[in-house]
Each structure stands twice: as C-alpha cells, then as structure tokens.
C-alpha cells in the first residue's frame, strides 16, 4: 500500500455517511481477522460463526495493514493501556501483521438491530486469554496473548464506520451500505484448511527440551532432566494447547515440580543456557523488557526459531505476567 493511502482518514467520513444512509448505519460492525487466525486457516470458520449470528458482510476484502493504518486502528487501545499503566505492546504490532494478511469485513446486524458492535464484543472475548469463555472466539480459537488476540472488532457503529473507511476507503463503505447485499470474501491467499500453529507454551516447552538436550553432559541431575524432558513432551500435544489459558502454563510448570534437585543445580547456574531454563520453568516475574531480548538470546544458544515463533514467544513474555496477574 503506497504511503499516501495509509495516511488518517478525513474524520469527517463518518457524519458524512451517517447524513447519507440515516438508520442504515445503526446496526454497522467492523471486524478484522487478525493475522494469527488467518495464517491458522480459521477465517473461513469464523465468518460462518458470524453468519449463524446473524450478521451478515456487506464488505470484505483481504488486507495487509500499513502501520500508518495499524497506528489509527489501535490508537483509542494505546491510549488506554498507558493511562493504566501497562505496557503497550505498539513497537511489535507492524511485525505481527507480517506473519500473515488480515481479512477487513463491515457487517450489518438484522433490520432492527441496534447493538451489532456490541453484541460482536461478547462474542469475541475479551483480549486477555485468561478471561475468555467457551462460545467465545478467542476462547474457541485459542487467542495466544493480548497482542496475537484472533479478531479485532469496533467498539460501536460510529467505530465500524470508521475503522471500515480505514481500509476500504469511505467511497466503497458508501457503496455497501447503500447496495446492503451480502458480500463474498475472494480465497486468494488465505489458507482454507485450518492448521493449528503452536501456542507459547508449546514454544517455551520446545526451547526447554532444545536445551536440556543440549545441556545434558554438563548436568549432574541427568535422571530427573530425561523425566522432565518426556513430561514436556508427552504435554506439549495435549495439555499447552488447552484453550483456558492458565491451565496451559500449569501444564508447563507441572513437570518441574517434583524435581527439586534439578530445579536447584540450575538456578545455581550463571550460564545463559542455565538462566533462560531457571525461569521459564517457573514461567512468574515476567516482564516486557525481558522479553524484548528473549528471541536474541535463543539465537545465540542456537536454538532455531521461525517468524511464528518470535513473534509468539517475545509478545507471550510480555503478556504473560498481566495475563496471569489479571486473568480469574
């Protein structure tokens, strides 16, 4: 997208269209299939989840989001997040919509609908994993963190309609509303069988084991590292991918548990290798800045990371702790 059609949208779009099509605009919604559900397969899915809803496209499209246009879409959460002292997670958002398109739809609810944007909100979820619930999409969907969180939708009609002009442009958002026929999304580049990518428990699981692999000549509790290694590995296809968040990071403690011996040789240790495993077995005291230099410290213990990876593991250590320290 050249820079000059990522620029702000004229926020005078939104009284425009309002004066145009009157109580057409009420029932507006806005949803974007963020780049996690789509590299996942799962955009096919969740639009018949809308439609069984009752809430139908009047336009869609696939989409690969400038940041200009991530800075506007997100501005109102940014905002929010620093006024209550968390951490916006703003400066990785542009690397996390490279993993994969993200699919833009503007829905409409039935003829006297009056809530469509909100009633979408309870239906996603909330942001934090922790919170969701079954019924949910991010629940449904296993949402990874606050960042790589499924779908992101409008807060309100006025929002939808906004945030539709954002990417459709206010002339083709005119042209849905005024058509109001039910819009199809093109398949080009959005995969259509669903494949389930791993969650950052099973990533954290994965560099354990890398490293307990890699570290066994040098440990004297060898027995207690191969029973904590194959407990890692016999939960790392049932147990990490657990849709209720909390029971997926005690899954990954669990195997530590009982090794009290191992537990203490390694958080003796001041090697790097030693230090990464000393806390992500205890997976408590995260934090972004840690975080931040997560996926260069793996890189130097050689350990093999793809794009999902990175991204999954640097924004699931900057969330876990406000996840877990929020969740229920």
């Not at 809308?50 to 499209?61: A, D, F, H, Q, S």
């Not at 309870?122 to 934090?128: E, H, I, T, Y």
């Not at 060898?222 to 990490?240: F, I, K, S, Y």
């Not at 390694?266 to 205890?282: A, G, I, K, N």
Request: hydrophobic share 40%; net charge neutral.
């Amino acid at each position: 997208m050249d820079v000059i059609d990522a620029l702000p949208l004229d926020d005078g779009a939104v009284t425009r269209l309002r004066a145009r099509h009157g109580e057409h605009c009420t029932p507006l919604a806005f949803l974007l299939v963020r780049p996690d559900a789509v590299r996942q397969g799962l955009s096919w899915a969740i639009l018949d989840e809308l439609r069984r809803e009752g809430l139908t496209p009047l336009e869609i499209g696939v989409v690969r989001p400038h940041p200009r246009q991530l800075e506007e879409l997100y501005l109102s959460t940014q905002i929010r997040m620093a006024k209550a002292g968390q951490r916006p997670m703003w400066w990785y958002m542009p690397r996390y919509y490279e993993l994969a398109p993200a699919v833009a739809v503007l829905l409409t609810g039935g003829p006297n609908e009056t809530g469509a944007a909100e009633r979408l909100t309870v239906l996603k979820g909330p942001a934090n994993p922790a919170q969701t619930r079954p019924g949910q999409l991010r629940y449904r969907y296993r949402s990874q963190n606050m960042l790589m969180s499924i779908v992101h939708s409008s807060e309100d009609a006025d929002s939808a309609i906004r945030e539709a002009c954002l990417f459709f442009g206010e002339q083709r958002v005119d042209e849905a509303i005024s058509r109001r026929c039910p819009a199809v999304l093109d398949a080009a580049e959005i995969p259509a069988v669903p494949a389930m990518l791993p969650t950052f428990h099973q990533i954290v699981a994965a560099t354990q084991i890398a490293l307990l692999d890699r570290l066994q000549p040098r440990i004297e509790c060898r027995r207690e590292a191969v029973m904590v290694r194959t407990a890692l590995q016999q939960a790392h296809g049932g147990d990490l991918t657990d849709p209720v968040y909390r029971r997926r990071t005690r899954a990954l403690r669990a195997p530590w548990r009982y090794a009290s011996p191992l537990r203490e040789e390694l958080s003796s240790r001041r090697d790097p290798e030693f230090v990464y495993l000393t806390w992500s077995m205890q997976m408590s005291q995260t934090a972004a800045t840690f975080g931040d230099g997560v996926v260069g410290h793996l890189r130097n213990l050689r350990v093999d990371l793809d794009d999902w990876a990175e991204t999954v593991l640097v924004s699931g250590w900057g969330f876990h702790s406000l996840i877990e320290r929020t969740g229920p």
